[in-house]
């Protein structure tokens, strides 16, 4: 897998794209259709144990940060993804540099994730919020 490093059981759908190397998937994984994960040089994304990501996820660590007026795109910014275990992000969500998504959370379709969201929680919208807590079972 070009250096991804991947653990057992991983099932990557058609038309995925790595555009990196930076990427390090757990046992269990799946990841649907049309997901493309882009970790620039000395950043990565972590994708626990048992995560489901639905289809035309895009999940990247670059950005920028707000530049003058005559060229509003900014130095690059770069930070880490963290998915933590049992995971699940709903369909087209963006997932941006600095989120952490905790253990066991729902992501809703068409999300945006650019922050930390907490364990067993329902996030949703654009920016996400927290729509709801969820059981541990």
Known sequence: MCG?????NVRICSSVVFHTNNIKIGNGVWIGPGCRFIAATGTMISIEDNVDIAMEVLMTTGS?????????????????????KG????ARSLIMGGASI??????????FVKTEVGKNIL?????????KDLSDE
Not at 65 to 84: F, M
Not at 123 to 131: A, D, E, H, R, S
């Open 123 to 131: 996030v949703g919208g654009t920016p996400c919020k927290k729509i």
């Open 102 to 111: 905790g253990c066991g959370s729902i992501v809703a379709a068409n999300s």
């Open 87 to 90: 995971v699940w992000i709903g």
């Open 64 to 84: 920028h940060i707000i530049g003058r007026r005559d060229r509003r795109a900014g130095l690059a910014s770069y930070k880490d993804i963290s998915i933590e």
């Open 4 to 8: 991804i490093e991947m653990g057992r």
